[in-house]
């Protein structure tokens, strides 16, 4: 049986990820511990979609940046996302013992080792971000550097791991309280992927952070209907723990159908916010439909 042609978007999206994958391949190839280098290369290389560092090479495609700069600031913020999966997997966060369909950093090595990759993953990816190669001018390397932090840190995802961590013993949760939650664990990731293309052009960002909102949000609710529609082999982890632990999701607050009808309204409202960067913008609407559409 003949395979399905692949569409423009599949084409570039699995272009931006092999691209990814070679420059983090170069990234990792030395460390003072061999051990601690190959529990990161373990953690960040071959596997995953790479759909954020894709972002980053579409929003920058946009204002003509150079490919490289926007492949480094990509592979930068993937560094960021990987270490953020092998701590959640740890037994004190999620206590996982699958990711991307092998066993997680802390199964495969130990604890130690991943916390210590994950921590080594994080730092790369500033080291990355403040490189002359990542941009000429050290004013936009700087405000690389302080999104990202900000993206990443007490006011973004880590942030939102934490209210999240003290929603499991709290009040229930509202539908208000969960989206705030992902704003921050989820979004904040996104909307650094979606903007980066802006900061290293230095144009203005605020219709990408439009954008990048909705398809955070978007994207979680697509993660919360995986979850509870598909199954371990399918998405290569472990599925339905929150419904196991009691804990709300969105898609549980609003039933499965209006959640779908949610994020459709997100998709419809991420994509009218590109219309001033006409077609040059189409693959980051391809994206935005393509995160409702996944299967993993």
Same mark, same amino acid.
């Given at each position: 049986?003949?395979?399905?042609?692949?569409?423009?978007?599949?084409?570039?999206?699995?272009?931006?990820?092999?691209?990814?994958?070679?420059?983090?391949?170069?990234?990792?190839?030395?460390?003072?511990?061999?051990?601690?280098?190959?529990?990161?290369?373990?953690?960040?290389?071959?596997?995953?979609?790479?759909?954020?560092?894709?972002?980053?090479?579409?929003?920058?495609?946009?204002?003509?940046?150079?490919?490289?700069?926007?492949?480094?600031?990509?592979?930068?913020?993937?560094?960021?996302?990987?270490?953020?999966?092998?701590?959640?997997?740890?037994?004190?966060?999620?206590?996982?013992?699958?990711?991307?369909?092998?066993?997680?950093?802390? @199964?495969?090595?130990? +604890? *130690?080792? $991943? %916390? /210590? =990759? &994950?921590?080594?993953?994080?730092? !790369?990816?500033?080291?990355?971000?403040?490189?002359?190669?990542?941009?000429?001018?050290?004013?936009?390397?700087?405000?690389?550097?302080?999104?990202?932090?900000?993206?990443?840190?007490?006011?973004?995802?880590?942030?939102?791991?934490?209210?999240?961590?003290?929603?499991?013993?709290?009040?229930?949760?509202?539908?208000?309280?969960?989206?705030?939650?992902?704003?921050?664990?989820?979004?904040?990731?996104? @909307?650094?992927?979606? +903007? *980066?293309? $802006? %900061? /290293? =052009? &230095?144009?203005?960002?605020?219709? !990408?952070?439009?954008?990048?909102?909705?398809?955070?949000?978007?994207?979680?609710?697509?993660?919360?209907?995986?979850?509870?529609?598909?199954?371990?082999?399918?998405?290569?982890?472990?599925?339905?723990?929150?419904?196991?632990?009691?804990?709300?999701?969105?898609?549980?607050?609003?039933?499965?159908?209006?959640?779908?009808?949610?994020?459709?309204?997100?998709?419809?409202?991420?994509?009218?916010?590109?219309?001033?960067?006409?077609?040059?913008?189409?693959? /980051?609407?391809?994206?935005?439909?393509?995160?409702?559409?996944?299967?993993?």
């Amino acid at each position: 049986m003949a395979s399905t042609p692949e569409t423009q978007f599949e084409t570039a999206l699995r272009e931006a990820a092999a691209a990814t994958d070679a420059l983090l391949e170069q990234l990792l190839s030395e460390s003072a511990s061999p051990r601690l280098l190959s529990a990161m290369r373990y953690a960040a290389l071959g596997a995953g979609k790479r759909l954020r560092p894709f972002l980053v090479i579409e929003s920058a495609r946009l204002f003509n940046v150079p490919a490289a700069s926007a492949l480094r600031v990509g592979a930068a913020l993937e560094c960021v996302h990987c270490y953020s999966l092998v701590h959640d997997d740890l037994p004190a966060m999620d206590d996982d013992d699958l990711r991307r369909g092998k066993p997680t950093a802390h @199964r495969k090595f130990d +604890e *130690a080792t $991943a %916390i /210590l =990759a &994950g921590d080594s993953l994080l730092t !790369l990816a500033f080291e990355i971000l403040a490189h002359g190669e990542t941009h000429a001018d050290a004013e936009v390397r700087s405000a690389l550097v302080l999104e990202l932090t900000r993206a990443s840190g007490m006011n973004g995802m880590a942030g939102g791991q934490m209210l999240d961590i003290e929603a499991e013993a709290g009040p229930a949760q509202t539908l208000d309280s969960i989206i705030r939650i992902q704003a921050h664990k989820t979004g904040a990731l996104f @909307r650094f992927a979606c +903007e *980066a293309g $802006a %900061i /290293l =052009a &230095g144009a203005d960002p605020t219709p !990408l952070r439009h954008y990048a909102d909705d398809i955070g949000l978007a994207f979680q609710i697509a993660d919360d209907l995986l979850d509870l529609e598909s199954s371990p082999e399918a998405l290569g982890k472990a599925t339905q723990k929150d419904l196991q632990r009691g804990k709300a999701t969105i898609a549980s607050l609003m039933g499965r159908k209006a959640a779908a009808e949610k994020a459709g309204s997100l998709i419809a409202s991420a994509t009218a916010a590109l219309a001033l960067y006409g077609s040059k913008a189409d693959m /980051l609407r391809e994206a935005a439909r393509f995160i409702v559409s996944r299967k993993k």
